[in-house]
């Protein structure tokens, strides 16, 4: 009878620690309300950082799209104007005529009324791409002008106008090739060796030699563009300065008696 009422109370006492044990473990393995607030809070926290970064990553992306997007248009321009002003051909000749501008007044306001508006000069050089349907050659007579936005852009359009026929029959027919978008002023401005000047006629005899069919040393082309945020004032114009290795005519020497 004793040994049967020690083995009971055994059993209980075995039974009650695994209780204790389980019951124990178990409250370990949970989480208070406080721990998973403050979870909360650090992961919420931690997620708005994340946020904040790819954030500001993609609208630099975007913010860098665009500045490229905009300056690519620019670049072309600027591209083609310089191989044509990089390649000009001597005056003289029926093939290749003078080197003329003539100012003009601008009918734009604000800062782009204060530059020196010229027209874009007429001159000849030698860019044209020569092939077997083609039946002039390389010489091209070359010109720039502005007219207005035709897609409702603000600002004007720049134009490259192209003759490649200088012996026409009838009418002189020209190519009009759109460059940019978004252009108030463009200016022309011609170095002689001493100073810079508004215009330039090659067909003038030079001052100096007496002589005509000269081109200037260098050609400066200032180009204002729009500026659609007037608060912020009006932005320089982006010039650009092309000089000319051509010459119209050799040196000529004296004999010496």
Known sequence: MSLKVGNRAARDRVSSFFILHSSFSSRRRGFTLLELLLAVLVFSIVLAAIHTVFFSAFKLRNHTADAVERALPLQQALGIIKRDLANLAPPGGALSGQLQSTPTTSATGGAAAAMNHSSGPQFYTAVGLVDDNATWGEIER??????????????????????????????????????????????FQYYDGNAWKDTWDSTLADTATGLTNNLPRAIKLALQLHNEKQSLGTPAPVELIVAVMVLARTNLTAVIE
């Open 142 to 187: 070359v010109s720039y002008f502005l007219a207005a936005a035709t897609n409702s852009t603000p600002g004007m359009d720049l134009y490259r106008s192209v003759a490649r026929n200088h012996l026409p029959l009838i009418q002189d027919e020209t190519s009009d090739q759109f460059l940019m978008s978004g252009v108030d002023a463009i200016a």
